[in-house]
Nanobody
Framework: QVQLVESGGGVVQAGGSLGLSCAAS????????MAWYRQAPGKQRELVAA???????NYADSVKGRFTISRDNAKNTVYLQMNSLKPEDTAVYYC?????????WGKGTLVTVSS
C-alpha cells in the first residue's frame, strides 16, 4: 500500500513563490518516478512536472523556468518549488506515482494565486 501526503499549499499573490512537499510511505520511493499534477476548477487534471528515480525531470511548457521538481530519497519526499506564480496556476496540486501498474494519488493541496 502506498500513501502520498501533500503539504504546503496556500494563498499567494501573483509573482510570489510557494513550495509543496509530498511525503510518501513505503520502501519503493527511490525506484519510482514521482510527479505533480494539478486540476483547476472546470478543467482536466494535467501533468505539471515529473522526476525519475535517477533525477531526470520534465515539465509542462506552462511552468518551465518557473517551477522546479526535486526529490530526497532519504526522506521519501518529493518537492515542487513554484516561483513567479500566476493566477492561472491556481489549482489543486496532486502528488502521483505508479507502482506495480497501479496509480497512486495524494488527496491534493490547494494553491490559490491572487492577482
Amino acid at each position: 500500500q502506498v500513501q502520498l501526503v501533500e503539504s504546503g499549499g496556500g494563498v499567494v499573490q501573483a509573482g510570489g513563490s510557494l513550495g509543496l512537499s509530498c511525503a510518501a510511505s513505503g520502501t519503493f520511493f527511490s525506484i519510482n518516478t514521482m510527479a505533480w499534477y494539478r486540476q483547476a476548477p472546470g478543467k482536466q487534471r494535467e501533468l505539471v512536472a515529473a522526476i525519475t528515480s535517477g533525477g531526470s525531470t520534465n515539465y509542462a511548457d506552462s511552468v518551465k523556468g518557473r517551477f522546479t521538481i526535486s526529490r530526497d530519497n532519504a526522506k521519501n519526499t518529493v518537492y515542487l518549488q513554484m516561483n513567479s506564480l500566476k493566477p492561472e496556476d491556481t489549482a489543486v496540486y496532486y502528488c502521483w506515482t505508479l507502482l506495480l501498474g497501479a496509480n497512486y494519488w495524494g488527496k491534493g493541496t490547494l494553491v490559490t494565486v491572487s492577482s
